[in-house]
């Protein structure tokens, strides 16, 4: 069974930055793709990024483009996300999971394990 630990969230000013780890168990983790998702209060979860098995690809979403930056050590079994320039909109629970495969996917359908979240707030 899959255990997955976010960390890094709080509470942080526009204009800041904040980078979130994620650390896997129970599951070779350099098989797998890896993805980020948040979710807003009354709002749907939301891909925000992914990354293949190897860290060659990844996907981002059209509002963190150029501002977030995922990656991955496959010898800490852990995935990233390095956030910057974080606008009051980017508030949210921030869940990583495992896909189902080691490609890189934008859908929850693909993802079969998920952490349990860590709350990202930025004031304006």
């Known amino acids: 069974q899959v255990q997955l630990v976010e960390s890094g969230g709080g509470l942080v000013q526009a204009g800041g930055s904040l980078r979130l780890s994620c650390v896997a168990s129970?599951?070779?983790?350099?098989?797998?793709?890896m993805g980020w998702f948040r979710q807003a209060p009354g709002k749907e979860r939301e891909s925000v990024a992914a990354?293949?098995?190897?860290?060659?690809?990844?996907y981002y979403a059209d509002s963190v483009k150029g501002r977030f930056t995922i990656g991955r050590n496959n010898a800490k079994n852990t995935v990233y996300l390095q956030m910057n320039s974080l606008k009051p909109e980017d508030t949210a629970v921030y869940y990583c999971?495992?896909?189902?495969?080691?490609?890189?996917?934008?859908?929850?359908?693909?993802?079969?394990?998920w952490g349990q979240g860590t709350q990202v707030t930025v004031s304006s």
């Open positions: 999971a495992t896909a189902r495969s080691g490609d890189y996917y934008y859908r929850a359908y693909d993802y079969d394990s």
């Open positions: 129970g599951r070779t983790f350099s098989r797998y793709g």
């Open positions: 990354i293949n098995w190897s860290g060659s690809s990844t």
